[in-house]
C-alpha cells in the first residue's frame, strides 16, 4: 500500500484537490483553535486549512511523497504543519497531547480498526473532539457503479454508525450520521457519496 499512495502523491495534481474536505470546513471554524492530530494526512489539504485557521497542527502519513508534497504546499500557504513519517500502529504521541483529533478520509485495515481508534482515543485530552469524514459502508455498492467516487476496496475498512457507537464509548456524540454528498476532491474522489460524519466530545479516559 505504500508504493500504491507514494505514486498517487508523485503526480502533480493533488489527488483530492487542495481544499479542505467539505465537513472539515464545516466542523474545525466551530472549534477554539488548540492542537490538532491528523492521522493518515496525505498531501495536507485539511492540516494546512486548520493551521490557517489558528490551530498548532501535527500530522503523520506512511507516505513520504504525500509529505513532500504537504511541506510544500504548508510552505506556499505561509503556515506550519508538524508532518512526520510514521505508519499505522507505529506512530507515538503522547498520553492526552491533543484538543482534538481529525479523520479525513482515512480507513483502517479491519484487524486493526478497534485497535488505531483506541491509540488515537489515548492521545486525546478528556473534553476534547474526535472528527470522522470518512465513507460508510454503503458507499460500497456506489463505488461499485461510479469507480471515480473513490473509497477503499474493502467495504470492511469503511465505516458503519454501529462501530463509531462501539469503539467510542467513553465519548459524548454531537453528530453521528450518514449524509450522501456530492463530492469534487480532485480526481480521487467526483460523484456521489455515502458518507459517515461524527463528532463526538471525550468524557471520560476509557
Known amino acids: 500500500m505504500k508504493e500504491f499512495w507514494d505514486e498517487r502523491f ?5 489527488a483530492y484537490g487542495t481544499d479542505a474536505s467539505i465537513y472539515v470546513q464545516k466542523v474545525l471554524p466551530q472549534l477554539t483553535p488548540g492542537k490538532i492530530l491528523f492521522p493518515a494526512e496525505g498531501e495536507g489539504r485539511n492540516s494546512v486549512f486548520a493551521a490557517q485557521l489558528g490551530w498548532k497542527v501535527s500530522a503523520f502519513d506512511f507516505s513520504i511523497k504525500g509529505k513532500e508534497k ?3 504546499f504548508a510552505q506556499l500557504k505561509g503556515v506550519k504543519v508538524d ?3 510514521q505508519s499505522f500502529m507505529q506512530e507515538q504521541y503522547e498520553t492526552e497531547e491533543f484538543d482534538a483529533i481529525c479523520m479525513s478520509s482515512v480507513h483502517f485495515p479491519p484487524n486493526i480498526k478497534t485497535a488505531m481508534h483506541q491509540r488515537l482515543n489515548s492521545y486525546l485530552k478528556v473534553g476534547g ?3 470522522i469524514d470518512a465513507f460508510s459502508k454503503e458507499h460500497r455498492e ?4 461510479n469507480p471515480a467516487a473513490g473509497g477503499p476496496p474493502d467495504a470492511d475498512m469503511m465505516y458503519s454508525i454501529e462501530e ?3 469503539d467510542f464509548g467513553n465519548y459524548e456524540f454531537i ?3 450518514i449524509e450522501r454528498p456530492h463530492l469534487n476532491e480532485g480526481f480521487g474522489h467526483v460523484g456521489e ?3 459517515i460524519r461524527f463528532i463526538g466530545k471525550k468524557i471520560r479516559l476509557d
Open 10 to 14: 508523485s503526480q502533480s495534481e493533488f
Open 70 to 72: 504537504a511541506d510544500k
Open 83 to 85: 508532518y512526520t513519517v
Open 129 to 131: 473532539y474526535f472528527i
Open 142 to 145: 456506489i463505488n461499485k457503479l
Open 164 to 166: 463509531i457507537k462501539h
Open 175 to 177: 453528530e453521528l450520521k
Open 193 to 195: 457519496s455515502s458518507m
